[in-house]
């Protein structure tokens, strides 16, 4: 399931609302004013942030971030989005963004949980702006 759906990471040992609130309490923190939606059909969190505090590190594809929770066997699974592109100029802080955000959750999530529950990355990561690079062809 998560391979189609663009999973970038997962979780053990928690459940999709308390992953997405240490998401969106990271938002937070970067300067994004955040929202949280929950649907019980599909059965889903939704974390969306619009940038309002400026912020140097982050590039202006990351102004508006949108990721989707869902439900797995003895945990939840994150699917990046929002945003779809990335121009090749700001990669580079995008990356860094994503490494940063891993990094907090797989962090927050083993000390939170007493070490109980951990964050999983797949074998290959799926961000959206990844797979249009896979697919555009070269120019």
């Known amino acids: 399931m998560g391979e189609s759906n663009g999973e970038w990471l997962r979780v053990r040992g928690i459940g999709r609302e308390r992953f997405a609130g240490y998401l969106a309490d990271y938002l937070g923190t970067l300067g994004y004013a955040v929202e949280r939606t929950e649907a019980t059909e599909p059965i889903e969190s939704r974390v969306t942030g619009q940038l309002r505090r400026m912020n140097p590190a982050l ?62 990355r797949p074998p290959e990561i799926h961000l959206p702006w990844t797979a249009v690079a896979k697919t555009s062809p070269p120019s």
Not at 87 to 94: Q, S
Not at 95 to 115: M, P
């Open 59 to 120: 590039p202006p594809a990351a102004s508006s971030l949108a990721f989707r929770f869902y439900p797995t066997a003895g945990g939840a699974a994150l699917v990046w989005e929002s945003p779809t592109t990335v121009p090749t100029a700001e990669r580079p802080r995008m990356d860094r963004l994503v490494a940063e955000i891993q990094t907090h959750l797989e962090r927050v999530v083993h000390s939170e949980s007493h070490a109980t529950a951990k964050v999983v």
